[in-house]
């Protein structure tokens, strides 16, 4: 029996972004079994878009949390769809962007059977894509790999979200979905982690990697200032922290605490006093929230004018230049 493919979306307020993407996806030589759409707006604008896929005779579904999941719910909401909706354990759960279109209309088609062989060869194979990164426990963060090394299958800790990843139905029935309560940002890394600590393989196309110009993360979260503060900065810490105490490393998480948390700002201090004050407030919160488990979406992006979408340009995976 033929694996199917799950194309998963997570949109808010992206409804152009959406729709060319959705286009895209039409293109494919390998278009997706089912789309989910995870409408974490709860937009009329999703429902067009998918009735224009039906129209074009692929099959979607749009899913609606009711309230703003984040990235994490949207896509842990869609994988659990797909195990309840009769999924294989040798079909695959595509990742994809509402705001970036596969770059060549073979990517699904490749990325699903390199995927196929990878299992064939090791059942532990649990999810390829076309861009990972490594993690180094001591310093909690990424590290970055070697274009050396991008030749053939290359083994990595997580996949990076906006490049494509796609996971087993198998390994997620295994080993649970995304954490839906990171709610935003380093959700790809906590899932990575968990995979690769359960003993699972996460493996990259290093030819697509290479011809298509990725590059690798070197850090575990967004390094972005907007104004006096972004509330993306708050997300990446207090993630960075939980999944660092989750797989008991204390230490780390105590040292980032110190450094990214308070000792960063603090050198602002005489030059920025403001902006480095409210750093310095929000910083602690988070890694309070991270160090005692309070997840969520314990602030909303929404409250300082932002939306979010499914990989949007603050999270750990986007840092990956070009994807």
Same mark, same amino acid.
């Given at each position: 029996?033929?694996?199917?493919?799950?194309?998963?979306?997570?949109?808010?307020?992206?409804?152009?972004?959406? =729709? !060319? #993407?959705?286009?895209?996806?039409?293109?494919?030589?390998?278009?997706? *079994? @089912?789309?989910? /759409?995870?409408? +974490?707006?709860?937009?009329?604008?999703?429902?067009?878009?998918?009735?224009?896929?039906?129209?074009?005779?692929?099959?979607?579904?749009?899913?609606?949390?009711?309230?703003?999941?984040?990235?994490?719910?949207?896509?842990?909401?869609?994988?659990?769809?797909?195990?309840?909706?009769?999924?294989?354990?040798?079909?695959?759960?595509?990742?994809?962007?509402?705001?970036?279109?596969?770059?060549?209309?073979?990517?699904?088609?490749?990325?699903?059977?390199?995927?196929?062989?990878?299992?064939?060869?090791?059942?532990?194979?649990?999810?390829?894509?076309?861009?990972?990164?490594?993690?180094?426990?001591?310093?909690? =963060? !990424? #590290?970055?790999?070697?274009?050396?090394?991008?030749?053939?299958?290359? *083994? @990595?800790?997580? /996949?990076?979200? +906006?490049?494509?990843?796609?996971?087993?139905?198998?390994?997620?029935?295994?080993?649970?979905?995304?954490?839906?309560?990171?709610?935003?940002?380093?959700?790809?890394?906590?899932?990575?982690?968990?995979?690769?600590?359960?003993?699972?393989?996460?493996?990259?196309?290093?030819?697509?990697?290479?011809?298509?110009?990725?590059?690798?993360?070197?850090?575990?979260?967004?390094?972005?200032?907007?104004?006096?503060?972004?509330?993306?900065?708050?997300?990446?810490?207090?993630?960075?922290?939980?999944?660092?105490?989750?797989?008991?490393?204390?230490?780390?998480?105590?040292?980032?605490?110190?450094?990214?948390?308070?000792?960063?700002?603090?050198?602002?201090?005489?030059?920025?006093?403001?902006?480095?004050?409210?750093?310095?407030?929000?910083?602690?919160?988070?890694?309070?929230?991270?160090?005692?488990?309070?997840?969520?979406?314990?602030?909303?992006?929404?409250?300082?004018?932002?939306?979010?979408?499914?990989?949007?340009?603050?999270?750990?995976?986007?840092?990956?230049?070009?994807?």
């Amino acid at each position: 029996m033929t694996a199917r493919v799950h194309g998963v979306i997570v949109t808010h307020h992206r409804p152009q972004g959406l =729709r !060319s #993407v959705v286009r895209s996806l039409g293109r494919q030589t390998r278009v997706p *079994d @089912v789309l989910v /759409l995870v409408d +974490n707006e709860g937009s009329p604008d999703v429902d067009l878009v998918a009735d224009e896929h039906r129209e074009s005779g692929h099959d979607v579904v749009v899913l609606r949390p009711g309230e703003n999941t984040g990235p994490a719910g949207g896509t842990a909401l869609a994988m659990e769809w797909v195990l309840d909706n009769d999924a294989s354990d040798d079909d695959w759960v595509i990742r994809l962007d509402d705001d970036t279109p596969p770059p060549r209309d073979d990517l699904i088609e490749e990325l699903v059977d390199f995927g196929t062989k990878r299992r064939h060869e090791d059942a532990a194979v649990a999810g390829v894509g076309v861009v990972g990164s490594r993690f180094d426990y001591d310093r909690g =963060r !990424s #590290v970055r790999i070697d274009n050396a090394e991008l030749d053939g299958p290359v *083994d @990595v800790d997580w /996949l990076a979200t +906006n490049c494509f990843p796609a996971f087993s139905c198998a390994a997620i029935r295994s080993h649970g979905t995304l954490d839906a309560d990171l709610f935003y940002g380093s959700s790809e890394v906590e899932y990575g982690l968990r995979l690769r600590r359960a003993g699972q393989r996460l493996v990259a196309h290093g030819e697509l990697w290479r011809s298509m110009g990725r590059a690798t993360a070197d850090t575990a979260g967004p390094q972005l200032w907007v104004g006096d503060w972004n509330w993306r900065r708050y997300y990446s810490l207090r993630n960075q922290i939980h999944l660092l105490r989750r797989a008991g490393r204390s230490d780390t998480a105590l040292r980032v605490a110190l450094i990214r948390g308070i000792a960063k700002p603090a050198v602002s201090l005489v030059r920025h006093p403001r902006s480095a004050w409210t750093h310095l407030r929000w910083n602690a919160r988070a890694a309070l929230d991270g160090w005692r488990g309070q997840l969520g979406r314990t602030i909303d992006p929404v409250d300082f004018g932002v939306a979010v979408a499914s990989a949007p340009a603050g999270d750990a995976a986007s840092l990956q230049e070009g994807c």
